[in-house]
């Protein structure tokens, strides 16, 4: 503001300047050329008294300049002694010669003049030179000029600095209304949907000001909708999700139940069964605490044999149902490195958990291997740094996730199952990571492997 201000003044200054001077020559060539006519042209001889009064009259240094009858030497009539007298009558034919045009001069002792000479016509038969020399001094030309730039130069300053106050109070103003209009768009962008009174004249910021209520009224009602639509489609997914889930325990439970039918053993099909239902009950309460991070310090560690004997025999009849091959391999066969430890004297957290999380591991591979297919599970000690880590992989033969859903298969209710609600995965992973351990998958030799670290409570 203030350097636009200071061009502003700059510039007119120098066009005021420039008009001044401009003008000033023009009203002195007017004034001198005006006079010189009045006296060329005069009937009455310019004697001095005559030269006197004109140069009273017009505020003009006036002289006549005549050459003696036979000489080169001009004399002088001069109308007062004002005229100056460096003004040689030899350099006044020189000027003279240069014609009537407004001419500077300087003397070196009086200072600067503004000029013109003019011939005079002699009505007598003898031939002589005689001139008519006017004078301005310039310092009353110059203080002409002064008078007529200062005039425009303070008039352009003081509409200068007005426009400019001007200009800050509006936009002083607009810019409070935009401030006061892009701190409701962002309101309304965290999510905040009130309504605000427009401020100020009707104009276009009032208008968009009332455009922005009406969007939040919008915003806030499809909000609304939103999370009613959404809040029913998390109803609808968490009962398929329990629907789900229920089915795959219970299948279980009724093979184990068909095979002691079928063989007449029920001492090892019976606790199959019950166990089977036990996990029914165990995810059923896992789904409804997905979004928690909290751990139940009140479920036993087992041993990791014990979490892996528990794992195959809840999952290997299905396995044989589906007519999938399910190996159990202690040590990985790919050359992985591996340190041997004993199964039984290592403990697990949350053991029931851990599980669990198998348990939706390997049904995911059985499921992806499909009839024919082979399923490999197989459990290894290995150092993350140097941390050492208990792994579970599991791994199938099936074509695997595709590239598109590989970034989001861990999230909540993500999933590509027709039946399926998303919640398997999500939920192994959170066992994992509350057992300071990982859950990460890889396609690898035409194969998917699922890695499930975990962190043992004590390997004694």
């Not at 396995?319 to 202690?330: G, K, L, R, T």
């Amino acid at each position: 503001m203030v350097i636009a201000i200071a061009v502003t003044a700059l510039g007119v200054m120098f066009v005021s300047k420039w008009a001044s001077d401009t003008a000033s020559r023009r009203t002195s060539l007017k004034r001198l050329l005006s006079t010189g006519d009045l006296c060329t042209n005069a009937a009455y001889p310019l004697t001095p008294s005559v030269l006197t009064q004109i140069q009273d009259l017009s505020g003009l240094m006036v002289a006549t300049y005549t050459d003696s009858e036979g000489s080169e030497v001009l004399s002088i009539q001069a109308a007062s002694s004002r005229f100056p007298s460096s003004m040689p009558p030899n350099r006044v034919t020189n000027l003279a010669k240069q014609g009537p045009g407004l001419q500077q001069i300087q003397l070196a002792s009086e200072g600067n003049y503004n000029a013109i000479f003019l011939s005079i016509p002699e009505s007598s038969s003898v031939k002589r030179s005689r001139f008519l020399v006017l004078l301005e001094n310039a310092l009353d030309s110059q203080a002409t000029s002064v008078q007529a730039f200062v005039l425009p130069l303070a008039t352009g300053i003081f509409a200068s600095l007005a426009i400019a106050l001007v200009a800050a109070m509006v936009a002083n103003r607009i810019g409070s209304r935009i401030e006061s209009l892009d701190a409701h768009v962002r309101s309304i962008a965290d999510g905040t949907f009130r309504l605000e009174t427009p401020q100020g004249p009707v104009d276009a910021i009032h208008s968009l000001h009332q455009s922005v209520n009406t969007m939040s009224v919008q915003l806030e009602r499809s909000m609304g909708q939103i999370v009613k639509a959404e809040r029913t489609r998390l109803i609808n997914l968490m009962a398929s999700g329990l629907s789900h889930e229920l089915r795959n325990r219970l299948t279980g439970a009724r093979l184990a139940i068909q095979t002691c039918q079928s063989t007449g053993d029920f001492e090892e099909g019976l606790p199959i069964a019950l166990k089977q239902m036990q996990l029914a009950e165990e995810t059923i309460q896992r789904l409804l605490t997905i979004s928690t991070t909290k751990t139940d310090r009140s479920e036993p560690a087992l041993s990791a044999m014990q979490i892996v004997d528990a794992v195959v025999q809840l999952t290997r009849p299905i396995a044989m149902h589906q007519n999938v091959d399910f190996e159990i391999s202690p040590q990985p066969s790919d050359g992985t490195s591996s340190h041997e430890f004993d199964c039984d004297r290592v403990s697990v957290g949350r053991g029931a958990s851990v599980v669990s999380a198998l348990i939706n591991l390997v049904l995911n591979a059985i499921e992806a291997a499909g009839p024919g297919g082979k399923v490999c599970f197989l459990m290894q000690k290995v150092l993350i740094g140097d941390i050492p880590m208990l792994r579970w992989t599991v791994i199938d033969d099936g074509q695997g996730p595709t590239q598109s859903v590989a970034d989001s298969m861990f999230e909540p209710f993500f999933t590509t199952k027709r039946e399926g609600v998303g919640l398997g995965l999500a939920m192994s992973k959170q066992v994992a990571e509350g057992q300071q351990g990982t859950l990460s998958w890889e396609r690898r030799d035409s194969t998917t492997r699922f890695m499930m670290d975990v962190r043992p409570i004590s390997w004694e």
